[in-house]
């Protein structure tokens, strides 16, 4: 049985430092952090505060979502938010503020994560993550596919103008996604200067 930590290449993420001597060995350390990664991100959403005038919180999802993708890369950080998403759809209370179930005003942010989750963690294993101005190009085109998808669909739900919809679902947001990236562009590139 090996014990060695992995050797870093560049196309890792920080999920491939984690050793597994087998194949099936890999395959449960996968399966624990895709599950772990929807667990932290439901637990994220619990964290919600809501903002006078929009039906869409303030929550610790969106980072956590961001952080699943960044640190499992691509395929797990999409499986992760996948399972989140099935699971809060199957009617486990874990979306934002205890919600569950499909629809919703804000179902389409749940649904954004999923491809921010993907796009995040391909860039990490482009290095996306490794450096603070990296990483917060990194978060940022995460947010910004999260807004993408998550915004038209708040239109859509309510029947508001685009515009009201970015006035509320997207402004409001901005500096809070603003500090999340900057704990981001602390605690990644950080965990990368330990693991190395």
């Known amino acids: ?26 395959r449960v350390r996968d399966a624990a ?16 505060i809501p903002v006078p005038g929009s039906p869409v919180p303030v929550t610790g999802q969106t980072f956590a979502a961001l952080l699943v993708g960044a640190s499992l890369g691509a395929r797990r950080g999409l499986l992760s938010l996948a ?17 569950s179930g499909a629809g919703g005003a804000t179902f389409g942010y749940v649904l954004g994560m ?17 450096g603070v101005l990296r990483t917060a190009a990194t978060m940022a085109a995460g947010n ?8 038209p669909y708040l239109a859509l739900s309510t029947g508001m103008s685009f515009g009201q919809a970015v006035a509320v679902g997207m402004v409001p947001f901005l500096i809070g996604d603003a500090l999340k990236t900057a704990l981001a562009m602390g605690a990644l590139p950080t965990a990368w200067k330990l693991a190395g």
Request: net charge positive; charged share 5%.
């Open 1 to 26: 049985m090996s014990t060695a930590a992995p050797t870093v290449t560049s196309g890792a993420v920080l999920a491939d430092l984690l050793p597994a001597s087998t194949a099936t060995r890999a």
């Open 83 to 99: 399972l989140y998403a099935l699971v809060g759809m199957a009617g486990v209370p874990w979306f934002a503020g205890g919600a």
């Open 33 to 48: 952090l895709v599950a772990g990664g929807a667990v932290i991100t439901g637990l994220a959403a619990q964290i919600a």
């Open 114 to 130: 999923l491809l921010a989750g993907t796009v995040v963690g391909a860039l990490a294993r482009r290095g996306g993550d490794r």
């Open 144 to 151: 910004a596919v999260i807004y993408a998808v998550g915004v």
